[in-house]
């Protein structure tokens, strides 16, 4: 179970991925309000984190991480315009994320094969196992 703090950070960092093109679309904002209300954040906290964010603060699961990083790659293709800024962006937050850049890099190569670069969860759960063992 990650902490209250974590999901406040998981959330930045996402918004902060949105923003990275300086403008977060309304499909974007609306996958980010999913994905708080999934992890439990209200509208109202969620909101402020535009203008207030919270501090960053690693997260201890690796498989926290990995749907953390499976997240960002989801808000990444979910405007279907993806940027070379915004694939080396991604990698940079796995990295700071602690995952596997060879792991990383295979997602990020195998997801065009997929119908708007959707990747499932079990093939990028299975390429992470692959690297991790």
Do not use: C
Not at 85 to 114: C, S, W
């Amino acid at each position: 179970m990650i902490t209250r703090e974590e999901k406040l950070s998981i959330l930045t960092e996402m918004i902060a991925f949105a923003k990275s093109d300086n403008k977060v679309s309304e499909v974007e904002y609306s996958f980010l309000l999913a994905v708080a209300n999934q992890i439990g954040v209200d509208k109202s906290e969620f909101d402020a984190l535009f203008h207030h964010p919270a501090p960053l603060k690693p997260i201890a699961n690796e498989s926290e991480r990995i749907v953390q990083f499976h997240r960002l790659v989801l808000l990444m293709n979910i405007d279907q315009n993806v940027h070379e800024e915004e694939r080396i962006r991604l990698h940079q937050f796995g990295l700071r994320m602690g995952l596997n850049p060879l792991a990383m890099d295979k997602v990020l190569e195998i997801m065009t094969e997929y119908e708007n670069n959707l990747i499932p969860p079990d093939v990028l759960l299975g390429i992470f196992k692959t690297y991790y063992n």
